[in-house]
């Protein structure tokens, strides 16, 4: 158990567990026991140094846990392969060594969904069943979002692009130049891409391995009457701005193009449905749109995230 107080004060450091260290960013007002702490849970292949201007924003207002997954940042490498169970064990083992108690707010994006509730079912098989009092659903993955993504229909259009540019997130982007710069750093760093890389490799499995647990539709729901919010950004636009600027660059044979647009006509009905079905989660929960974002809300609009942060902390 750790010495340091991380309910008290702003702490960027290291925590050791039994096989590798993670790094641990942890800010806001200072905490009672009693009092909630938000967790973080990025997306597949991604840094939590995407979620600096949401870290700005919350910081202002509730206690903020970020850390780094391991193999990204200032994290080491583990021995475990990425499987979404591994990835909640190991956070839960750094809530463990730094003593950093539940009730617990949940902000997951993309396949942070999947790790999140991986997380959930972990500390309710050990008796938690109110270790986490809210959650928000950042266009989040659930078991069944493998029939939309990751799909090779939509990999010939990708070919050759710098993806940033391609969804016009130099333009559209809330983090500051040198939070900016400090992301793409990461992202092209030869070590992230590693781990990025064999994170993939597990995706589908552990997505398939979540769904064994039929946590949707469970009577009572998961989360009891805990507040669940799903916020929706569109991906699909993400897509059709891939499509255009693969056409730009002449990618895609006629066939894969068509391919390509047959594919998001489903896109996006699937896509609202999988989210949709999330709500089971909770007696209490409720969707939204971030209707000025593509898949990346945290990137183009943190304070819809923080704002609804806030809407759980209140409920």
């Known amino acids: 158990m750790s010495q340091t107080n991380y309910n008290k004060d702003t702490h960027s450091t290291f925590i050791s567990l039994s096989t590798h260290r993670l790094f641990l960013s942890i800010s806001g007002p200072d905490r009672t026991p009693d009092q ?29 846990l970020f850390y780094e997954r391991a193999g990204y940042g200032e994290s080491d490498e583990s021995p475990n392969p990425p499987t979404a169970i ?5 956070l839960d083992e750094l809530l463990t060594v730094a003593d ?16 999140a509730r991986e997380f959930i079912h972990l500390r309710q098989q050990r008796g938690g069943s109110d270790d986490i009092i809210g959650m928000v659903l950042v266009d989040a993955n659930q078991e069944q979002s493998i ?41 092209q760093s030869e070590r992230h891409q590693k781990t990025s890389g064999k994170e993939m490799e597990h995706y589908i499995d552990s997505c398939k391995e979540l769904g064994t647990k039929k946590q949707l539709n ?38 894969e193009r068509a391919d390509y647009r047959q594919k998001m006509e489903e896109y996006p009905v699937l896509d609202e449905k999988f989210q949709r079905e999330t709500l089971s989660l ?28 806030i809407s759980v902390l209140t409920a």
């Open 147 to 187: 029939a939309n993504w990751p799909s090779p229909v939509l990999d010939p259009l990708a070919q050759g692009l710098d993806f940033n540019a391609a969804l016009g997130l130099p333009e559209t982007r809330r983090l500051t130049d040198d939070e900016w710069a400090a992301m793409l750093k990461e992202n």
């Open 86 to 90: 591994n990835i909640a064990m190991e």
């Open 100 to 115: 950093i108690q539940p009730p617990y707010v949940i902000v997951c994006h993309s396949y942070g969904g999947i790790t």
């Open 218 to 255: 469970r009577n009572p729901p998961l989360l009891g009457n805990h507040p669940v919010v799903v916020l929706m950004g569109n991906a699909a636009s993400d897509h059709w701005k891939v499509y255009n600027a693969g056409i730009a660059i002449g990618n895609g044979t006629e066939q």
């Open 282 to 309: 909770s007696t209490r929960s409720v969707f939204r749109w971030a209707v000025n974002s593509g898949h990346w809300v945290h990137v183009t609009e943190p304070e819809r995230i923080v704002d609804e942060v």
């Open 36 to 64: 909630p702490i938000v967790l973080i849970f990025p997306g597949v292949g991604t840094s939590i140094k995407e979620w600096a201007a949401v870290k700005r924003l919350l910081e202002q207002t509730v206690r903020t």
